[in-house]
């Protein structure tokens, strides 16, 4: 009964009213210089917080990477830490563009829209129409069911 009205004030005290499984703690990083795969992300971003899984974007055929990646962390205040940190920063000669992802479900979103390679077979309003439903398909799911 004590554990109830804890979690209740707890609530009353956020003031939001989105459930913490829908914020995110995840960062898009672009303009990322080569060398930088995902075993130097890690280390790199570990000087901010705990990082859970970072995903560097690859071609398919030849293994390079495409100059972007996301790095998911354990906390989201040390994700939007890393992401106001790094944004804009310098890296050899490069300067890097940090995103942080507000919602859970924009990670699988960008996910869905770059590691899928059957949008290079589709013309631009097919590929705009499908992502489209993709996208409200995710915000129902997330708004309703409770998924993502």
């Known amino acids: 009964m004590q554990k109830k009205i804890e979690k ?5 005290q956020n003031g939001n009213n989105e459930s913490n499984d829908s914020l995110s703690s ?24 705990g990082v859970k899984r970072v995903r560097v974007a690859r071609n398919a055929k030849t293994g ?6 996301f790095v998911l962390f354990k906390d989201r205040d040390v994700a939007k830490i ?3 940190t790094m944004n804009g920063y310098l890296m050899f ?8 992802l ?3 479900w924009s990670f699988y979103f960008l996910y869905f ?17 499908i992502t489209a439903h993709y996208f409200l398909y995710i ?7 409770g998924y993502y």
Do not use: M
């Open 8 to 12: 209740k004030d707890l609530t009353k």
């Open 26 to 49: 995840a960062i898009k990083i672009n303009a990322l210089p080569y060398g930088f795969f995902e075993i130097q992300l890690i280390k790199y971003f570990h000087q901010f917080g």
């Open 64 to 69: 390079n990477h495409k100059g972007w990646a």
């Open 82 to 84: 890393a992401a106001e």
């Open 93 to 100: 000669n490069k300067r890097l563009r940090c995103l942080f």
């Open 102 to 104: 507000i919602y859970f």
């Open 113 to 129: 829209l770059f590691f899928i390679n059957i949008f290079k077979k589709l013309k631009t309003f097919e590929v705009f129409f």
């Open 139 to 145: 915000i129902y799911l997330h708004s309703f069911v």
